[in-house]
């Protein structure tokens, strides 16, 4: 198995095979330390539109953490979703 480090930080959204949750995952720019606890995961509803708009949480993560939890959610059949591209839909 490939080292963390080696390995792309998930960055992007991703929503549950029943269209009602969109996980977003994100690093803060700005910092040397990819493995410090600057990824953050955030938690949203998804309204009748489709769209993530109701805030539920967030958990600061390391990159380890970002990675397992995004491998996680893609085998238990949630699928990647381009929020930018269907915001101005």
């Not at 490939?2 to 992007?12: M, Q, S």
């Not at 998804?46 to 953490?65: A, C, I, L, Y």
């Not at 397992?68 to 699928?79: E, F």
Request: charged share 25%; glycine share 4%.
């Amino acid at each position: 198995m490939a080292k963390v480090e080696n390995l792309k930080a998930p960055i992007g959204w991703l929503t549950d095979p029943q269209n009602k949750w969109a996980i977003n995952f994100n690093f803060k720019k700005g910092t040397n330390d990819e493995n410090s606890a600057d990824f953050t995961i955030d938690m949203w509803g998804v309204v009748p539109n489709g769209k993530p708009m109701q805030f539920k949480s967030r958990r600061k993560v390391t990159k380890h953490e970002s990675l397992k939890s995004w491998k996680q959610l893609l085998s238990s059949n949630w699928v990647e979703f381009d929020f930018e591209m269907n915001k101005s839909a």
